[in-house]
Protein backbone atom coordinates (compact mmCIF):
# COMPACT_ATOMS: atom_id res chain seq x y z
CA UNK A 1 0.00 0.00 0.00
CA UNK A 2 1.45 3.10 -0.68
CA UNK A 3 1.53 5.72 2.13
CA UNK A 4 2.52 9.31 1.95
CA UNK A 5 3.25 11.06 5.11
CA UNK A 6 3.90 15.07 5.60
CA UNK A 7 5.27 16.56 8.32
CA UNK A 8 7.46 19.91 9.23
CA UNK A 9 4.50 22.55 8.89
CA UNK A 10 4.49 25.03 11.41
CA UNK A 11 3.13 29.00 12.26
CA UNK A 12 6.14 30.92 11.18
CA UNK A 13 6.84 35.00 10.84
CA UNK A 14 7.19 36.09 7.64
CA UNK A 15 11.18 35.94 5.81
CA UNK A 16 11.01 32.57 8.12
CA UNK A 17 11.97 29.37 7.05
CA UNK A 18 10.78 25.26 7.29
CA UNK A 19 11.46 21.92 6.06
CA UNK A 20 8.62 19.85 5.12
CA UNK A 21 9.34 16.48 5.02
CA UNK A 22 7.17 13.52 3.00
CA UNK A 23 8.38 9.93 3.62
CA UNK A 24 7.30 7.68 1.27
CA UNK A 25 6.65 3.81 1.70
CA UNK A 26 5.06 1.20 -0.93
CA UNK A 27 6.48 1.91 -3.89
CA UNK A 28 9.67 1.27 -5.45
CA UNK A 29 10.99 5.20 -4.40
CA UNK A 30 13.62 5.22 -7.29
CA UNK A 31 11.38 4.88 -10.32
CA UNK A 32 8.90 8.00 -9.53
CA UNK A 33 8.66 11.79 -9.50
CA UNK A 34 7.54 13.15 -5.96
CA UNK A 35 5.82 16.47 -5.91
CA UNK A 36 4.61 19.40 -3.73
CA UNK A 37 1.70 20.70 -3.91
CA UNK A 38 -0.56 23.10 -1.89
CA UNK A 39 -3.73 24.91 -1.85
CA UNK A 40 -4.68 27.29 0.30
CA UNK A 41 -7.79 28.71 1.33
CA UNK A 42 -10.44 29.33 -1.32
CA UNK A 43 -8.14 28.13 -3.53
CA UNK A 44 -7.62 25.91 -5.99
CA UNK A 45 -4.34 23.10 -5.47
CA UNK A 46 -1.29 24.19 -7.30
CA UNK A 47 1.91 22.43 -7.97
CA UNK A 48 5.00 24.15 -5.66
CA UNK A 49 8.15 21.58 -6.81
CA UNK A 50 8.98 18.01 -8.07
CA UNK A 51 11.94 16.06 -8.23
CA UNK A 52 12.56 12.60 -10.15
CA UNK A 53 14.46 10.49 -7.94
CA UNK A 54 15.91 8.95 -11.53
CA UNK A 55 18.46 11.58 -11.75
CA UNK A 56 17.14 14.40 -9.59
CA UNK A 57 15.77 16.46 -11.99
CA UNK A 58 13.67 19.59 -10.46
CA UNK A 59 10.42 21.62 -10.72
CA UNK A 60 9.76 25.02 -9.48
CA UNK A 61 6.42 27.15 -9.68
CA UNK A 62 7.68 30.93 -10.22
CA UNK A 63 5.95 32.32 -7.17
CA UNK A 64 8.86 29.96 -5.37
CA UNK A 65 11.69 29.62 -7.41
CA UNK A 66 14.59 31.03 -5.52
CA UNK A 67 13.24 30.14 -1.91
CA UNK A 68 12.04 26.57 -2.10
CA UNK A 69 14.38 24.01 -2.28
CA UNK A 70 13.55 20.34 -3.02
CA UNK A 71 15.71 17.05 -2.08
CA UNK A 72 15.41 13.91 -2.05
CA UNK A 73 16.88 11.12 0.22
CA UNK A 74 16.85 8.20 -1.22
CA UNK A 75 18.14 5.71 1.59
CA UNK A 76 15.51 7.37 4.24
CA UNK A 77 12.87 7.52 1.41
CA UNK A 78 11.60 10.93 1.81
CA UNK A 79 11.60 13.91 0.55
CA UNK A 80 12.21 17.58 1.66
CA UNK A 81 10.97 20.99 0.98
CA UNK A 82 13.13 23.55 2.38
CA UNK A 83 11.22 26.84 2.42
CA UNK A 84 13.43 30.16 3.09
CA UNK A 85 11.98 33.42 2.84
CA UNK A 86 8.29 32.51 3.55
CA UNK A 87 5.54 35.13 2.85
CA UNK A 88 2.15 35.47 4.00
CA UNK A 89 0.82 34.31 0.70
CA UNK A 90 2.80 30.88 1.32
CA UNK A 91 0.41 29.60 3.48
CA UNK A 92 -1.65 26.79 2.72
CA UNK A 93 -2.12 23.23 3.46
CA UNK A 94 1.63 21.73 1.75
CA UNK A 95 0.39 17.99 -0.03
CA UNK A 96 3.00 15.43 -1.14
CA UNK A 97 1.97 13.40 -4.57
CA UNK A 98 3.21 9.94 -6.06
CA UNK A 99 1.78 7.89 -8.31
CA UNK A 100 -1.59 8.65 -8.34
CA UNK A 101 -1.77 9.08 -4.30
CA UNK A 102 -2.06 12.35 -1.93
CA UNK A 103 -0.76 12.48 1.74
CA UNK A 104 -2.55 14.16 4.38
CA UNK A 105 -1.12 17.24 4.26
CA UNK A 106 0.62 19.28 6.60
CA UNK A 107 -0.43 22.92 7.42
CA UNK A 108 2.10 25.99 6.72
CA UNK A 109 1.08 29.28 8.43
CA UNK A 110 2.98 32.81 7.40
CA UNK A 111 1.71 35.45 9.56
CA UNK A 112 3.02 37.87 11.96
Known amino acids: EVQLAESGGALVHPGGSLRLSCAASGFTFDDYAIGWFRQAPGKEREGVSC????????YYADSVKGRFTISNDNAKTTVYLQMNSLKPEDTAVYYC?????WGKGTLVTVSS
Open 97 to 101: HALAY
Open 51 to 58: ITSTDGST
